[in-house]
């Protein structure tokens, strides 16, 4: 026994992947590569037949051929394994940033051996994805283990990159592996195993460059330690670049206006509100930016004089603010929910919002059209009876809501829904005629009725600030519940109701912000309102409404 | 037309003697059976060897050179029973199957012919799709194999000892009158790997000849007295001639003889994950040289006691690794120790998981704690995985937030058919009520998980509506609901479930899912098929056969889109007083293979400057106010989520992503289920005719005119 050899051992390369994403082809490129330099390979995956977007596992083994005689007593070739052991995997490649952490977490990526390749990219999870409101895993929580959990980490986003090179993400990933230079084989190689496979050669060359030189840049690094829960999270200015240009992008615009909201507010609206913007001044510093949102919102959607009112329904919470010199949540959340209460979802406001120009030309850019190129933009609209008359001024719209025959007729023209062509000369019109319709909002019903519910809403606040700051921000904060078109409008508003008459019973008891935010989650929880049922039985609530 | 093609690949099949081919598993399989002379073949696709028939079903010019039969099967069942054509005739022929459920379909067949034996050797190569990434019930075919009598090869995970096995197999089966069955694991017919051909042997005899020449032999066929005799030739000539051919052919394998005092004793199928168990111990290195002796079991079934007794008798302890449970070989062998009073202590289910896959995890650790008993001076290695969890070195230590990585199962793919139908059941029970879902094999079998939410049983291929046989009251103010694809509807769902719901007057409303293709397995043609096949006959339409045997009231939808539709006839369908099963017939075709036929089209006539239209979905940030009720009634993976733009509002909204093919099912959802306005199409039209330039500059210039106002009213108060 004691004259054995020390024998090379395999390089081993694990790829999580989701079906459908071209982790197969990564692997049978690897193997190329290796067979042509002359190595055992083997590669192996339990990758279902056609089901897509399952996490998938790919696995590949490679070992050089001896340059010395085989040893003596063991077999003619290699005995490779088919399961990647956790602790001794040398290379993981993740095609997205989940993955990454689902490589860390079955232990095949480890800080003493592996080098992990991942995409930084989110392909969110179903459970993140149906969620009421926020489910998104953090993404600085991913990329914080893929620094602590691997040997090394490169890291870009590699779909971005193959998305540039009109390829796929299973070449821009390859091109990292030959960046990485973890394998000891040269470029060229790894590029003729690309032009072996004889499909769509050039742009997976290209994506593959685009791949080998990320892999030579730093990764990058989590933005900001962020807070449990769901809420909004505050801009905090941190020296660390975030990972997604849209959020540095974000980020520095909320900055720019932060300044700006305190020197110079006028410049942050339209010339006609100048005068209005000069009222922010008397807001806390941190809620001036989200209050001149607000006035430029609530003069588009109607007029001025509903800034004005906008801006006395701030004021007027405003003043009861306890924390003026540090986050002054109270009163940047009142500037927030009252705007969006305010410029609540009508007919009106859709049609404005659909013939908008920048909307067609955000569109002709994401569809990625060329200059002139005849595009259409088809609307799915499924106005409800109720939006409709609504809209309609109340003396109208009330009978018409009452009416059978008018019931009927929008039934029929509606039950299966209308498709409109927004660059077509009728339905541009259709729906600009639709949001000409302003001037005549306040006379609708609808607008009556949200006016009152918005004062109620802000007396429970200022009723409740005065002698329980949390719980008014809780109460601010609940209107979130509200949401969406149809029934799940319809939903969300039951929802806000029962929270809200919780928020009256509560008001005296210690933990009564702790209950309503419990409470609000809860109304985000499912569809039904089986959660908030249970959680406000739970509450001690009982006597206020059930869902 | 199959998912994937290997018409590349097959060339590889033609190769001859001492060409190394580097190809998948099944590949080598193919080859393997071409160069065993093989007259027949058959099979029904199913994960992990669908591939198997699909190349079998690309190979078709080499394998008509060679006067091989090849068909696809209707079924598993189907797939046993040809190899009949082995009982009276000394053809050699091969069957391929998904197990253990392929084997549960096929075992009516198969014990008919374990029972009368074969003359000509008769092979049945099994997927077994046991552990990680399996999508059936994790059972063994190991008691299969003992129930019937059948040989169980188990081969190493390597191409050279597949193909070997597949050529001994035949032999086997041969010298044994008994058929054999081939297990390779779901990795091994993934696994790449390299063997060196042989030439192809054309059959001595062919199918042609059989039938031209028929026999029959009254002792063979499964009839009282034959039956009987069967019994006993099975113990008295079968098992000893197999026995006789294992132990002379070595087609079990023994390391490491001498090496110490004790042994492990190992299914072929797991000798690479315990050689690399040993390697991380520092017992062996990566061409095998083991200190410890192994006795390898290429043949699980039977278990040759003079083997194991051979290998026992000077050792102190034995350990056995036998994946799945029950632990049908540790029984058979501590029988046979004992019965030979052998001394040896036998290990394994005491040191290694009772249930579940045996990966390099569970080996290693079970391997460590048999040798850290009995020698532990030969442990060399000491892997991080033995390291308890809250050791910082494990790999296992957590290293990442549990709640940052969410499950991923498999789901409907971007633009499914299929998703239009559950969005608009789940749609119709708003309407109607819940009602109890009978659910079937197939991809529609994802509409348990989230965001559907639908379906409590399922019973089996071709189950679905069977599965729900017994709730049909007369009393009941509700019917249930079955669901069926077009691939479990042509196995057996025809007669188990239609024939049967029509003969007992059942209720019930059966929803057969008929998207052309047998889609879960990799989209193969079948009978209802609306693709012309060469060789196949297709077009055969399941209403048709649904309206034969005796229903009345049926409909075909023929595009599954139109949710609204869809949804009031499922309203329709579960409120009609007409008595006797309703059967809605949901026709769209699998998108995976309709991009793949279309794709090439639509690019070709781009090239070629001809007007086309790219339609894709899209969401309007400003008017989604992210509730994301759309993605809750679809679950199209396009449909997914992007930081809100809108600096007021929190929650992310929808977005579409470019990988949407234009399906249109979000926008039908948006208008059945009164969704958001925010769903729009983009049309863009590719080689723009004259008349679609002339047309484009009218409607801008008439949208020029109407927006200036608006756009003059909102710069008043906006900032650019």
Redesign the interface.
Known sequence: MSNRQPTPRPITIAILAMGGEGGGVLADWIVAVAETAGYTAQSTSVAGVAQRTGATVYYVELFPTPTTDLPEGGRAEPILALFPTPGEVDIVIASELMEAGRAIQRGFCTPDRTALIASTHRVYAITERIAMGDGRVDGDLLLDAAHRGARRFVGADFLELAGQAGSVISASLFGALAGTGELPFDRERFEDAVRASGKGVESSLAAFALGYDAARQPPPRPARPRTAGGGPVAVTIGSRPPEDPAVVAATAEERRRRALADTDPGRLVGPALRDRAARVADFPEAARSMALHGCERTAVYQNPSYTDRYLDRVARVGALERDPRGEARLTAETARHTALWMCYQDTIQVGLQKIRRRRIEDIRERARTEPGQPMQVREYLHPQLEEITDTLPARLGGPLSRSALFGRLVARLTRNGMVVNTTGVVGYTMLWTMAAMRPLRPRSGRYGREQVAIDAWLDLVVETAASDYALACEIVECRRVVKGYGDTYRHGSESFAVLLDAARELRGRDDAATVLAGLTSAALADEDGTALRAAVAASGTESARTA | MA?RSFATEVRQLRHGAGTTL?VEGILAVTKALLQSGVAYVGGYQG??I??LMDVLGDAHDILDELDVYFENSASEATAAAMLGASVHYPLRGAVTFKSTVGLNVASDALANLASGGVTGGALVILGEDY???S?IMQERSHAFAMKSQMWLLDPR??L?AIVEAVESGFELSEVSNTPVLLQLR???C?????FVAKDNVRPPMTVTDAIENPRRELDRIVLPPASFRHEREKIDQRLPAALDFIRERGLNEVFGAG?ADIGIIVQGGL???L??AL??LGCS?????T?IPLYVMNVTYPVVDTEIVEFCADKRAVLLLEEGQPDYIEQNLNTILRRAEVAAALHGKDLLPMAGEY???AV?RGVHAFLSRYLPEVLAGE???LLPESDP????AE????????????????GCPERPIFSALKLAERETGAHHISADIG?HL?SI???FNLGATTMGYGLGSAGAAALNSKDADRRTIAIMGDGGFWHNGLTSGVGNAVFNDNDQLLVVVDNAYS?????QDLLSSAADHPRRSTGHAIEKAVRGIGVKWTRTVTDTYRV??LRDLFVRALTTKEPGPKVIVAQSECQ?NRQRRERPRTNKAIKEGKRVV?E?F?V?A??C?????C??IS?C?S???A?N?D??????VATVT?TCVGCGVC??N????????S????????N?TLR??V??R??TA??AV??AP??R???????A
């Open positions: 998912e580097h994960a992990p669908s591939h552990g990680e990434g999508s995970p390597n050279t779901l990795r091994s993934h696994l790449h790997g390299a090496e000798y690479n994950t050689n690399r390697e991380l290195d990566p061409y095998g040289r200190r990966t390099a995890s290693t892997p991080a995985l070195r494990s790999p296992f290293r990442v937030d549990p709640q940052a990585v969410q499950a991923r199962p498999p789901g409907l793919c971007t991809c994802f998980n989230e965001p889609a879960a397995t990799g989209g609204g539709e995976l790219r894709r899209g309007d400003e008017t106010t992210g509730d994301h009720a993605i809750r679950g993976p449909l997914t989520l930081a733009p600096p007021m509002r929190t929650d992310p470019d926008g039908a948006a208008h059945a289920a009164s969704l958001c306005p769903f729009h199409r983009t049309d863009v039209v590719v723009p679609d330039r047309l484009a009218i409607r008439w949208i109407l927006s608006v756009e009213r909102a710069a008043k108060y906006e900032v």
